[in-house]
């Protein structure tokens, strides 16, 4: 592997990973939103249904990936990509087939009305070529990083959400629907494919080649990351199918826009965490008071980043869908409201989950905390549906997230990450931010925004009480790994 100081790297991955899953999100946020206003919420809610099936499966070929990349024993690189990539496409391939051969009986499990049933159907051919090419695209990607070409990588990836963005709202418009969608996301992931493979030909060529150890090395290392990484990607679609079968289609498009919408910062903390600290920190194992500085100072940062946003969030939730979308999403934005809590704590689960990794004990404390958040999902989401509709499930979202980032933290002290104590004087500023920007409206009352201007001159508010008790009352600051 090579590559410079790792520290150095740290930071411009940082600056890559976050600004590009930023203006990406961003582009996705606004497909999100047109597609409100254009379709009904039943389509987008099946539409959403594939997408989560899909997603698992990718993921499963994503787990291949990372155990190729981190694979520990000595091959030719060469070799490590075929044999990563050939992993993949069994790996991907064999749950396609099922769903292929049993999609009756599961969409009819899902999905109670016919028009909708026949939807997922025309859907499920297009959206099944994602993992396909996500594999062809991760052979590259796992040459690239070998190398720590991690900024190029990063800026590269965040094409396929732009080009969605583009495709997708120009084919809504147009009248093609969640059609017009499926086909967009295609058009993306094979994009960032081609410059992905473009890329890897400039920094040289790498002959094609497998063996028996490299399979058994790479298949090793993919366990190891999918006994942790899937039950943690099932909690984040286990909970749709759950109030997508309890509350069905309707219920399930609120509660996975303002999911969609909370995931904006969360995603940004995961993929910084996963394409910036984890590298680092594989670099720095055995060096335990080196790895305790680097997630001291992602923490501590990260911590007062999550908090502002989650309090805007807590704050204005609401008036920002309904301004934005329309008041028949209500429901959605009471929903992003209870999950601005689970935003605010997201560090304390992704970065200790990348120490967790970079220590080789993914396969151990990281199953724990998943089974735990899925255990919840699963325990309270029926009967608080029921219950509260949508919200509940909302608000176990919080719980469930909040208790596996409990075991992670704790689980992975001995790789350096900060104890209750510290963690607890990490909070006291952002605790200090979020008490001025909720102060006024207990003061004077809590006035909620009915136009555009009055959002945004509230965010302005917000925002700089915020600031004034993180930076003045807390003594907090935004650090650098330096």
């Known amino acids: ?17 976050a600004s590009a899953e930023i203006l990406g999100r961003v582009a996705a946020l606004a497909v999100t939103i047109v597609s409100a206003r254009l379709l009904e919420p039943a389509e987008l809610g099946t539409l959403g249904l594939v997408i989560a099936g899909i997603a698992i ?17 000595k091959m030719d690189e060469g070799v490590r990509a075929t044999v990563g990539g050939v992993l993949r496409l069994i790996v991907v391939g064999v749950p396609l087939l099922f769903l292929f051969l049993f999609q009756e009986a599961i969409l009819s499990a899902f999905l109670k009305d016919g028009a909708r049933q026949a939807q997922a159907r025309s859907l499920l051919p297009v959206l099944a070529l994602l993992p396909v090419i996500e594999a062809i ?18 800026i590269r990836q965040a094409y396929q959400p732009f080009i969605y963005a583009a495709g997708g709202l120009s084919l809504v418009v147009l009248g093609f629907g969640t059609m017009g969608l499926a086909w967009a996301q295609i058009t993306g992931a094979a ?42 990607f099932l909690t984040e679609r286990v ?9 069905g289609p309707a219920a399930l498009s609120f509660y996975s826009f303002a999911w969609s919408a909370s995931r904006l910062p969360v995603t940004i903390v995961s993929r910084v965490a996963r394409g910036a600290f984890l590298p680092a920190l594989v670099h720095a194992k055995g060096q335990l008071e080196e790895s305790r500085r680097i997630l001291a100072m992602g923490l501590s940062s990260a911590l007062g980043l999550s908090m502002g946003l989650g309090t805007l969030i807590g704050l204005f939730g609401s008036e920002v869908v309904t301004l934005v979308v329309g008041s028949r999403w209500a429901s959605a934005g009471a929903c992003l409201e209870l999950m601005a809590a689970t935003v605010a704590v997201s560090p304390l689960l992704f970065l200790p989950l990348a120490a967790l990794q970079a220590g080789g004990a993914a396969h151990r404390g990281g199953p724990v905390a998943a089974t735990l958040q899925l255990g919840l999902q699963l325990i309270l989401i029926p009967p608080l549906c029921v219950r509260f509709g949508e919200r509940g499930a909302a608000a176990v979202d919080f719980i469930a997230f909040s208790a596996a980032a409990f075991v992670v933290v704790w689980w992975t002290r001995q790789f350096g990450t900060p104890g209750a104590a510290e963690i607890l004087r990490m909070l006291k500023a952002p605790a200090m931010g979020l008490v001025c920007a909720v102060a006024p409206l207990f003061v004077f009352g809590a006035t909620r925004p009915t136009s555009v201007l009055g959002l945004v001159i509230g965010l302005s508010v917000g925002s700089a009480l915020y600031l004034f008790g993180f930076r003045v009352l807390g003594r907090g600051r935004f650090q650098a790994v330096r």
Do not use: C, H
């Open 137 to 154: 695209s991760g052979v590259a990607a796992v040459v690239l990083q070998r190398r720590m070409l991690l900024a190029p990588v990063a």
């Open 191 to 232: 994009a960032v494919a081609a410059v992905m493979w473009n890329l890897a030909r400039t920094q040289g060529a790498l002959a094609a080649g497998a063996n028996v150890v490299a399979f058994r090395a790479i298949g090793t290392e993919s366990l190891k990351q999918a006994t942790a990484g899937f039950v943690g």
């Open 57 to 73: 499966i990718s993921m499963l070929g994503g787990y291949v990936e990372a155990g190729a990349l981190v694979a520990t024993r």
């Open 239 to 247: 909970d749709n199918l759950l109030v997508a079968g309890t509350l």
């Open 1 to 17: 592997m090579t590559g410079g100081s790792p520290l150095s790297s740290l930071r411009s991955a940082i600056r890559a990973s």
